[in-house]
């Protein structure tokens, strides 16, 4: 991948993270999100010529929701994508039309709302209906199959208790976090209840510009990985490996040249199998740098409040706070280059990583 | 003081899924031979399970039908101690088997182990114990046709 001649540049972000608030529907939701982050960008809904979504019909629980939704975001009268997967993919998507000329300035948002449905059965109509679904699976059976294949050694159980302590301590001290209220599901062997998400309310937006401002999206990748599961080698990510080294090869960067990671993963494991795929862990020792490492997910990861298909662009949004010094507690002094991950289900198909600097 | 309302909402709908050809042979071999099929990818030499129509790395049709198994190794398992919806009731040991003859892993239900002791039980597991494909007295050509049984 060339790097692009059209520079593009974050002017604003929003997130928010909540449980079950009766005062909003979720357009109502989105459009607050997006109004903050056109409020953190100094510009109004006239400036913007794009917007591009992710979204889910099933999570939202409506159908084509992005009619219901679209508008909420900025859309009307305005080009609009529309992304079913994970929203650091739609980011991508945003980045094309501004590299390609046809738009100057767009939203990115991705919603989720834990509170309006049931995860568990969610997951289990994500599976094809031929071979996956009578056997009922659901994304946590997967994660767990590919976890029994982590923590195979021994070695794994004290970082992995060291690396679940520190993820809850970054998520307790993220000012962002979800502090009250949310669920977990039911862990199958060997997860237990600290390897999990904490399902939430998410709404994340971002203004992405060709207009210089101070943070700039330096790289991006993507890749897919084989549908049927059997196929894949649960023990890698190799979708995810393939993204970040077309993400830092467009960037021009490695991955000790990089001051923060926010990776995503439906679960702890997932989080360290994602480090060592991005590079930033040696193989096996996934565990040990989200254990002891500051740098590794700063924000607490899915312990601060999860929901797909929103969690790739929380990352993202997560390590620009990071770049402009306003992260909080978890502040990694000096940040200056940092690379964020989404992965969508089923298992972490298709990968996008993102790399931003400090403009 | 307004009164915040929720409105609860359901979706329910019917569908047909078309299993072509390739889904359609490999369930009819399930229930009428008890045997397991897959084909030979005519690039990467890869015999992949269950059989498709196309091999998704190479992007290439497949045609050459290849019987493997019975028997297989495990790769890797879950085991499930909550009940889950649509699932049997726990415990439920879920699998990958790579089939003797294979080159990818197929997914199912793994029966017949002692689940009394979780942890026990997988560490039997843990060790990638050889199974069989165990059919049902009266296959429907579903998926659901057979389990995995230890050896």
């Known amino acids: 991948m060339a790097v692009a001649d059209t520079p593009v540049y974050v002017e604003g972000i929003a997130l928010n993270i909540g449980w079950h608030d009766a005062t909003k529907d979720l357009s109502e939701l989105i459009f607050d999100t997006v109004t903050l982050a056109l409020e953190d960008a100094d510009q109004s809904i006239d400036a913007v010529d794009s917007v591009v979504l992710a979204a889910h019909d099933l999570v939202d629980g409506r159908s084509l929701s992005s009619m219901v939704t679209a508008p909420a975001a900025g859309a009307y009268l305005r080009e609009e994508i529309r992304f079913s997967d994970d929203a650091a993919g739609a980011l991508v998507g945003a980045m094309t039309k501004l590299e390609s000329g046809r738009a100057r300035r767009s939203v990115v948002a991705a919603w989720g709302r834990s509170s309006e449905y049931n995860y568990d059965q969610f997951s289990q109509t994500l599976f094809d209906p031929i071979y996956g679904r009578p056997i009922g699976l659901n994304e946590f059976v997967l994660s767990a199959m590919r976890a029994q294949l982590y923590l195979a050694t021994d070695h794994h159980k004290e970082q992995r208790t060291r690396a679940s302590l520190r993820r809850d301590e970054a998520a307790r001290a993220n000012p962002r976090a979800l502090k009250s209220g949310g669920y977990q599901s039911a862990a199958p062997y060997p997860l237990v209840a600290a390897d999990l998400p904490l399902w939430a309310d998410v709404a994340v937006a971002l203004i992405l510009s060709v207009e210089p401002a101070p943070i700039r999206v330096i790289g991006a990748g993507q890749s897919s990985e084989p549908y049927a599961l059997g196929d894949r080698n649960l023990r890698a990510l190799q979708g995810l490996q393939l993204a970040a080294g077309r993400a830092m090869t467009q960037a021009g960067t490695t991955g000790a040249q990089l001051d923060v990671v926010e990776v995503d993963g439906l679960t702890l494991i997932d989080e360290a199998m994602g480090l060592e795929s991005i590079g930033f862990a040696a193989a096996g020792h996934g565990l040990e740098q989200l254990a002891d490492d500051p740098r590794c997910n700063p924000s607490g990861g899915g312990a601060a409040g999860y929901c797909p298909p929103a969690m790739g662009l929380v990352r993202i949004v997560e390590s620009i706070l990071q770049l402009r010094g306003e992260a909080g507690v978890n502040q990694v002094a000096g940040a200056r280059r940092a690379m964020a991950t989404g992965s969508s289900t089923v298992a972490g198909q298709t990968h996008t990583a993102i790399v931003v600097e400090a403009a | ?151």
Not at chain 2, 5 to 19: H, K, L, N, S, V
Not at chain 2, 42 to 58: M, N, W
Not at chain 2, 116 to 121: E, F, P, R, T
């Open chain 2, 1 to 151: 003081m307004t009164e915040l309302i929720t409105i609860p909402g359901r979706w329910e709908f019917d569908y047909t899924y078309f299993a072509g050809e390739a889904a359609s042979r490999f369930f009819g071999e399930l229930k009428d031979s008890r045997r397991i099929m897959g084909v030979r990818c005519p690039s990467c030499k890869r015999v992949l399970v269950p059989a498709r129509s196309f091999c998704d790395v190479c992007f290439q049709r497949t045609e050459e039908w290849v019987e493997v198994g019975p028997e297989g190794v495990v790769e890797t398992f879950t085991i499930l101690t909550a009940a889950f919806a649509g699932m049997p009731k726990p415990p439920v040991v879920i699998a990958y088997v790579t089939f003797d003859g294979a080159d990818t892993a197929l997914l199912n239900v793994l029966t017949g182990l002692d689940l009394s002791n979780i942890s026990d039980a997988a560490h039997r597991l843990q060790a990638r114990p050889r199974v069989r494909a165990s059919f049902v007295d009266e296959p429907q050509g579903r998926i659901t046709d057979f389990t995995f049984t230890l050896l």
